[in-house]
């Protein structure tokens, strides 16, 4: 350990707005930053690919159904199997336990089951068939029909929860203490819309290649060979500079000071509420119930929204490749706009009041929304006026929902996520760790999976019927969350503010 190194050095104004961390912490900093980037760097290919292979192939009507039946049930048994794991290996081999077999199948997927799908997936007339016989399961049988595709997505899902959420800022809370956190984490958002831009320039360029294939070759088994190369190499990286940390860092005590020996840690089995506790404990307390239901009105209005975009794009984009060229320029694009607001969002919270920070995404969804739902809905009646500007009402339609969700990622990154932490500052110590993790554990399932089971809930008992003739019920819908979440908002403002 260096001496010499002096932690007490300030800053000057300048650099703690910028950049508050010193240079001896940067040996600590840049591995982690780099394992972040790699995680989110795969994760936003993944969450890519995984659209572009179920829109195209069963519809974006498959979504709610893949999100409801197959994610949820999918991410409990793997919390149960995590948390059995987590009792019996050390943390590093925790994680190495965890992101291995997504790795492995990931490799897989590209060099071995996509280009076997003709031989792994029943035959076209066996699914026609069964549809006919039986409409109100078409979409679980879409799902079937290229049940592969189906796995890669629910892992492509998981992996956000498992290795990003989880993994990542598990071993970052472990391994910094409040102050560092305080400075190192912005600079690790900052690294991860890098690592957005990153992933939008090269699924573009690895998805833009037909022209440059012989006859007869499928491009999109090409391009998902590269593009499930570089998810394979950013998981044997970061797999590498976690190991690297537990060598180098975890070692020194300048910059890890608890008791630790490498391959044995002390463990703490911390039990994570029930889904029954965590209802419990939010029906006890008004004020978390506000704070649960803006998360989950921020996930079902976007889930709303979201669904019926991508239907729109499948009639724009037609083959994989085309829908991963366009998907990888709205990450482009999302990642430029978050790290814009990112800077606006910080100042926004230090000179307004936590209310006016907190009520822009809501605001920004209830606006952009409504203007996407009736262009969807009332695209014919006003395809004269939109004519007359250059284009159409599905290519309008893509365009708005495109900046609408743009605009609510960049609001949710830079705003929402703050002021929903910012929220559980006035609770007392117990509900700060009970409260906040019996939000996520109701907010955040309810968040993710009622958009999706409402929807599929409106396919199945209205046979036959798509995104688009449901688009008006949808809308309705859309507009009583947003409502909520606003009301919300407000009542929640009055104990902050």
Known sequence: MNTNVNTNEKFSKLRTILFPIHMFEMKKVVPMALIFFFILFNYTCLRNIKDALIVTSTGAEALSFLKLFCVTPSAIIFMILYMKASDIFSNEKLFYITIAPFIIFFGMFGFVLYPFKHILHPSLSTIQKLQLNYPNLKWFLA?????????????????????????????????????????????????????????????????????????????????????????????????????????????????????????????????????????????????????????????????????????????KFQTPNDYNIFMNQFTFYTGLSTMLMLFIGGNILRLFKWVTAAIITPLVMLIGGTLFFSFVVFGNYINNIIVKIGTNPMSASVMIGGLVIIAAKATKYALFDLTKEMAYIPLDEELKVKGKAAVDVVGGRLGKSAGAGYQAFLLFIISGSTYKDLSPIIGISFLLVCIVWILSVKKLGKSID
């Not at 989880?166 to 958002?189: D, M």
């Not at 007869?216 to 998981?235: N, Q, T």
């Not at 006890?284 to 009105?297: K, M, T």
């Not at 921020?298 to 991508?310: D, R």
């Open 143 to 315: 799902i079937y029909a290229n049940w592969t595709y189906a796995i890669f997505y629910v892992l492509s899902e998981i992996w956000g929860s498992a290795i990003l959420s989880l993994s990542f800022w598990q071993f970052a809370n472990q391994i910094c203490k409040t102050s560092e956190a305080k400075r190192f984490y912005s600079f690790f958002s900052f690294i991860g819309q890098i690592s957005m831009l990153a992933t939008g320039i090269l699924g573009q360029y690895f998805s833009n290649i037909s022209s440059k294939l012989p006859a007869g070759v499928d491009p999109w088994g090409v391009s998902l060979k590269w593009l499930m190369g570089m998810v394979v190499f950013g998981g044997l990286s970061t797999m590498l500079i976690y190991r690297w940390m537990y060598v180098n860092i975890l070692t020194n005590k300048l910059f890890y000071d608890k008791p630790f020996l490498p391959g044995v840690e002390k463990k703490k089995k911390n039990k994570k509420p029930s889904l029954i506790d965590g209802v419990k404990t939010i029906i006890n307390s008004p004020y978390l119930g506000l704070i649960a239901l803006i998360v989950i009105s921020y996930g079902t209005s976007v889930n709303f929204i979201e669904a019926l975009w991508k239907s729109q794009l499948k009639l």
